[in-house]
């Protein structure tokens, strides 16, 4: 290795989280390096260049909130931005702050270990380097590592083939071209429905259907884009009081407190509002009753059938395997239409699963089909993959990985006992996963800069959660959960959809308002659970 350098904190990844965290410690005067994967910054949105990449939360709610200026400055052009415009958007707020000279790119951190003597952080990084750091903060990602299933032959299809996380920079098209896509989830809706419009056959291999609903996005107007920068104080003021920090937030009452009539309407009111409004802002009890869940469900499976030709493939895009609203609801734009395409064939793969893939085809237990392009939009190994990819060691040797075989152990998802200095943005068991990410994200990141700032003022040198603190909340993370439809669900909220990870909850299901106002005690309270060390 080169020499080693010294910095106060080591950021990996340049996200959302890591952008931002980067700008707040520069604030509060410390030396900080990030390091980061991509030739780029922007996290999710430089990884995520597949066609039809979007957000689904509203534009005016995803963006930063910290600067005045910078909302002043931005327009946002539509109501659920595309990747282009997203990325660009984070570009902007790099140059605008002057980020990146402080971020190296194209470089993965391999690993972190903590020495104990001198109270630091030893990182290396896969080009060679070393640094070392009091403070090592992850801004990793939910999303951010692909999950590829074990495929029997995968590896010898010779024509183009990607993970959508991996989509190449340069155009792809798919005009007359035969295209096979694996999976049907929030990733595989966006994609399919621009795949369809020009590609020569489209097969879309599904295993698990899910409930969809229209996004409803338009442009925004020079009239709106005027209400937007007078009212975003109330925006993000919303954002604070909701319970996932999106616009929309549950009713107080049940879906048997009106009649049924009224509740269709209710349902039929928020299918056609634009966002969420269908997942996160129905009747309190819909994520709790299985008998209310229903309503809305079978609502939802009415909608599908009336939009799709052949009642075959309708009842195939139906689900019935899960409650309605304990999966990440994709938002879609004609995506059920598709299927009426002559172009576009559905298989079922738990009725006829995937034998091989051969170099220019996939076999199912039925039909052989031949391809000139295989995308897979399977999924990812979310919350704690990117973390088990880092080889990170605390004050005892011991690995977090390994710490966390049977599961991720946290203290407000942010820090681990035993591991001093570090903080996990947007890790296992923080309110910012089960939430409009960029909202939550700058709670953490504000959170653990006030906590630097307190420890850098006081002389303090080490921080580190106390072994109790983290098995109350712990537990507190599945109990909350375990009240709710959620986990009855196999998705990747409970770790389900990577063979052999632990199934649990791997997200706080108590809401964004609950999880502000605990870390904000805990910070008040002199930083309660943590042992603090000058």
């Known amino acids: 290795m080169s020499g080693e350098k010294k910095v106060d904190a080591v950021i990996i990844g340049a996200g959302i989280s890591g952008m931002y965290q980067l700008h707040k410690l520069r604030k509060i005067g410390l030396t900080v390096k990030v390091y980061e994967g991509g030739t780029g910054v922007g996290g999710t949105w430089y990884w995520n260049r597949y066609p039809g990449a979007r957000f689904d939360s509203e534009s005016v709610s995803y963006g930063y909130s910290f600067s005045e200026e910078l909302l002043q400055e931005w327009n946002w052009k539509e109501r659920f931005s595309p990747q282009p415009d997203n990325l660009e958007y984070l570009e902007y707020v790099a140059d605008k702050f002057d980020l990146r000279k402080d971020i190296q790119f194209s470089t993965r951190v391999t690993s972190a270990h ?93 295993r698990t259907a899910n409930f969809c609903k229209p996004l409803g996005n338009s442009l925004i107007s020079d009239d709106e884009q005027e209400d937007i920068k007078k009212n975003y104080p109330k925006i993000f ?22 009649t049924p009539e009224e509740r269709e309407a209710r349902y039929e009111e928020l299918w056609n509002e634009p966002g969420f409004g269908f997942w996160l802002g129905t009747y309190e009890d819909i994520l709790t009753d299985p008998k209310a869940n229903e309503t809305q469900a079978e609502f939802a499976r009415k ?23 304990t999966k990440r609801m994709p938002l879609e734009t004609g995506y059920y239409e598709v299927y009426n395409q002559p172009n576009v064939e559905l298989v079922d793969i738990k009725a006829t699963p995937i034998e091989v893939v051969t170099e220019s085809s996939l076999k199912t237990t039925q039909t052989e089909y031949e391809f000139d392009m295989l995308i897979l939009a399977t999924g990812f190994d979310t919350v704690t ?80 959660p106390n072994k109790d603190a983290e098995d109350k909340w712990t537990e507190h993370v599945q109990d909350v959960a375990s009240g709710s439809l959620l986990t009855k ?15 649990q909850m791997y997200l706080y299901a108590g809401g964004s308002p609950l999880y502000r106002k605990t870390c904000d005690d805990v910070a008040e309270n002199n930083y309660e659970g943590y042992t603090l060390q000058k």
Not at 489 to 498: L, V
Request: net charge neutral; aromatic share 10%.
């Open 303 to 325: 909608k599908i059938r009336s939009r799709v030709n052949d009642p075959k493939v309708a009842e195939m895009l139906c689900p019935t395997s899960h409650p309605i609203g």
């Open 489 to 503: 669900t196999d998705s990747w909220f409970m770790g389900a959809n990577i063979p052999g990870k632990p199934r």
């Open 237 to 258: 003021q919303r954002c604070r009081e909701t319970f996932g920090s999106f616009l929309a937030d549950f009713e107080k009452r049940s879906a048997f407190d009106v």
């Open 385 to 464: 993959g990117s973390l088990d990819r880092i080889d990170i060691r605390g004050s005892n040797g011991v690995s977090l990985k390994e710490k966390w075989v049977d599961g991720p152990r946290t203290y407000l998802g942010m820090g681990s006992s035993g591991f001093p200095n570090l903080f996990t943005l947007v890790g296992p068991h923080n309110g910012a996963t089960f939430c409009n990410i960029p909202r939550c994200i700058e709670q953490n990141v504000e959170w653990v800069s006030d906590c630097i700032e307190h420890m850098t003022k006081n002389d303090i040198r080490r921080i580190e």
């Open 114 to 206: 903590y020495g104990e003597e001198e109270n630091e952080w030893s990182v290396a990084t896969d080009d060679g380097q070393a640094i070392k750091c009091q403070f090592l903060i992850t801004a990793v990602g939910v999303l951010s590592t692909p999950f590829v299933p074990e495929i029997k032959g995968l590896n010898s299809f010779q024509g183009a083939s990607w993970h959508t996380a991996n989509w190449p920079k340069e155009h792809v098209g798919f005009e007359g071209k035969k295209v096979g896509v694996i999976g049907t989830g929030a990733t595989a809706v966006q994609l399919i429905q621009e795949v369809a419009k020009t590609a020569g056959q489209l097969t879309v291999f599904q």
